[in-house]
């Protein structure tokens, strides 16, 4: 247990911080509830998971061989963070056409274009998969673990959205949170390009 401490420590650190996937579960519990919020947890884990099996049995060594992949996910990533900036920060006010949540096939393919995800994938492959086992069995563990560390914090994040829901009830107030966490969005979308 001792030797997992520092990857369950890193998971939790880069699972329950802020960044695209929690900012994306905050409004989607605000605007849709915790129902609304599960499908997106489960696409977000799904996503993390696949990647970093990936990241773990080999595909680090494209980012090595071929930089320029990774330059362009940042871009490509950030161009989508834009894009949810915009799409969330529209989400539902009363009287008008609600969007949909993001389902779980958007928030599994988001991982794909999500910056921070390919840092934990890399940095998890990199620097905390255990050595001694098979690639596959040490790739399985780490990768259950991010899920196992990530989930609740998820939860909590979507939480958070749906804790907040009754002060959004006011149609001002509600478009404010969309616009506030739709700009947080699209600094991040930025700050991803640095």
Known sequence: MTELLPLISYCLVMSATPGPNNVMLAITGA???GRGAVPVILGIQ???????MLMCVGLGSVFVTYPMAQQVLRVAGSAYLAFLAWKLSGASVAGEQAPRAVSFAQATAFQALNPKSWLKAVTVASVF???GHGT???ALQVAVIGALVGTPCNITWALFGVSIRRLLLDPKMRRMFNLTMGAILLVLAVMFLR
């Open 46 to 52: 799904t996503g993390m998971f696949v990647q970093t």
């Open 136 to 138: 596959v069995a040490s």
């Open 129 to 131: 998969m255990p050595a």
């Open 31 to 33: 605007n849709f509830g």
